[in-house]
């Protein structure tokens, strides 16, 4: 039997530490829906999800009950649609989007993840067609993300791509202004891509996955920031074991609820995804984890050397946590997601060249980062160039999301409400990438030998 | 798996100011609805009254989702807390 110490424990990481299951994703693959009359094949596509899917949301909300934990989202993800699509004859993806808006609707999910492509050596005509009905689709729906690969450590990293990205980000910012370019934050620019994540907006069902799956994302900041608070003044090695146990308890409810799920979904278990996802809610923060360590604001010098400890004690913890652990696992730092982040950006502590170099230790990468509206698309596409640079020659996964919010400025904020929250506009760097970017051509894939 | 899925236990937790009458609303509805009470315990925790209790679902006449609305309606007549949950919950996070 418990303890009661142990059953307070793990009430008062729910009511008091935002202890909570950030996501059920269901991935399902769509490679049977493929057809040359592509009515017919969104009809399979549609007939397919809500199949599916149909029990996912009543399964979720009974776990919760039963369990006592919240489950914030109840997810989907499809095949990258740049796959089911190529087949079909039409000059535009934008039916298939709406399709799988329609379906996410009608099984009563927030978003669907997999408008999707893969093109980090090159782009067939499918993957070029998505491409450029990323704009419309995202202005067009509302629980539809997309994502696109650029780049792999073994590929290298497509500049082509790359660059194309930057005018896309710009135009689905214009396209969705009156709402401070909402778009952007439905949209992640990636390398080294994984094919189970669980998490919005990156999420889709890779090609080496089963025909359905269950995989799931917990969120815990909260948690960790309150057992970090009670080692104050403890060395390194006690606060690193004190993350892991943490990351551990945290972890388990994500396997049991996934595993539930699975079961009752009659459907394969996949993975839990490590990664700590903050919402806006006061305490439920990775930068005030950072700021608990001894930091006085997240972004000071000691940042990255606080980040690289927690992501690396949360991934030990959770590792013995759960039987199979995939997708991103690893601190997600956005910033108009996170309270704390928001308030380093205000007060200067935090700038976008030091969130660079903590994405280097942590997942995903520059993730919901508001920049001015007239930001030249080939600084976005630098941004994104460097971004990817770090997740190939490090064999990591990174990614860029960056809204260029439409006629404001640096100190002005774009607003999107729940769970995206809010961000501040922040500066980026002046001088021009116009010449690089412009080159064309892929970047080769880094040498993996005589690594200094 | 299955097994644990199937499990009957649940930890009932009452959190509040103490009163009279707290236990013997509680322990009535588990009686009414034959649950049988494995253990129970209480404490003065920060001047909250604080009461776990281990049910035992097995033969019970309603099913948790249920007891959780009865929990809950009898709780807010007395101004207190009342949840029950599936005993993984705290298996998975305290038990290897």
Do not use: W
Not at chain 1, 82 to 108: C, H, M, P, Q, W
Not at chain 1, 166 to 174: D, H, N, S, W, Y
Not at chain 2, 3 to 21: A, F, P, T, Y
């Amino acid at each position: 039997m418990f303890t009661m110490q142990e059953i307070m424990e793990t009430i008062k990481m729910v009511q008091e530490e935002h202890l909570d299951i950030r996501t059920i994703t269901m991935g399902i693959s769509l490679r049977d829906c493929v057809d040359e009359n592509h009515k017919r094949s969104c009809q399979k596509i549609y007939d397919k999800i809500t199949r599916l899917a149909r029990n996912l949301v009543p399964v979720g909300e009974a776990l919760a009950s039963e369990y006592g934990i919240p489950i914030i989202n109840k997810r989907i993800s499809v095949t990258p649609i740049a796959l089911i699509a190529e087949a079909a004859n039409v000059e535009s993806y934008i039916d298939f989007a709406k399709t799988l808006d329609r379906a996410a609707a009608e099984v009563g999910v927030n978003f669907i993840g997999g408008f999707s492509a893969l093109v980090h050596k090159g782009m067939t005509k499918g993957d070029q067609l998505l491409l450029q009905s990323i704009p419309h689709a995202l202005a067009t729906t509302e629980r539809v993300c997309a994502s696109v690969n650029v780049a792999t450590t073994k590929a290298g990293i497509n500049m082509d791509a790359v660059y194309q990205m930057g005018r896309i980000i710009k135009e689905t910012a214009v396209l969705t202004a009156d709402r401070d370019g909402l778009g952007c934050a439905k949209l992640v620019v990636f390398a080294n891509v994984p094919e189970d994540n669980p998490f919005m907006a990156g999420a889709f069902h890779g090609i080496g996955e089963p025909e359905c799956v269950i995989n799931t994302g917990v969120s815990g900041p909260g948690v960790v920031k309150s057992a970090v608070e009670k080692v104050k003044d403890a060395d390194f090695g006690t606060l690193a074991e004190t993350i892991k146990k943490t990351a551990f308890k945290i972890t388990r409810m994500g396997e049991l609820v996934g595993r539930a799920a699975a079961e009752r979904l009659g459907v394969p278990f996949g993975i839990v995804d490590l990664s700590l996802a903050p919402t806006p809610a006061i305490g439920d923060s990775v930068a005030e984890i950072l700021e608990a360590m001894g930091l006085e604001r997240c972004g000071t010098h000691g940042t990255t050397a606080a980040l690289a400890l927690l992501n690396d004690a949360v991934k030990k913890g959770g590792a013995m946590a759960s039987s199979y652990v995939g997708g991103l696992s690893g601190a997600f730092i956005p910033v108009s997601e996170d309270a704390g982040m928001i308030r380093a950006v205000d007060e200067g502590a935090l700038t976008l060249d030091k969130l660079e170099a903590m994405t280097c230790v942590c997942s995903v990468g520059l993730d919901m980062i508001a920049v001015p509206g007239d930001t030249p698309v080939e600084t976005i596409a630098a941004i994104i160039a460097d971004e990817a640079a770090l997740g190939v020659v490090n064999n990591k996964t990174t990614a860029v999301r960056i809204i260029p919010a439409p006629g404001k400025n640096v100190g002005e904020y774009v607003e999107f409400g729940g769970l995206l929250g809010r961000a501040p506009v922040m500066s980026v760097n002046s001088f021009s990438a116009v010449d690089f970017v412009r080159r064309g051509g892929r970047i080769p894939a880094p040498i993996q030998s005589l690594r200094n | 798996m299955k097994r644990e899925i199937q499990g009957k236990r649940v930890i009932i937790s009452v959190l509040g100011k103490d009163r009279v009458g707290i236990i013997a609303a509680v322990a009535n509805i588990l009686s009414e609805n034959n649950i049988n009470i494995l253990d129970i315990s209480q404490t003065i925790m920060q001047d909250l009254f604080t009461m776990i209790l281990i049910a035992d679902l097995e033969k019970s006449k309603i099913d948790l989702a249920t007891l959780k609305a009865k929990l809950k309606e009898v709780g807010e007549s007395l101004g207190i807390k009342i949840d029950a949950q599936h005993e993984d919950a705290f298996r998975y996070m305290h038990r290897i």
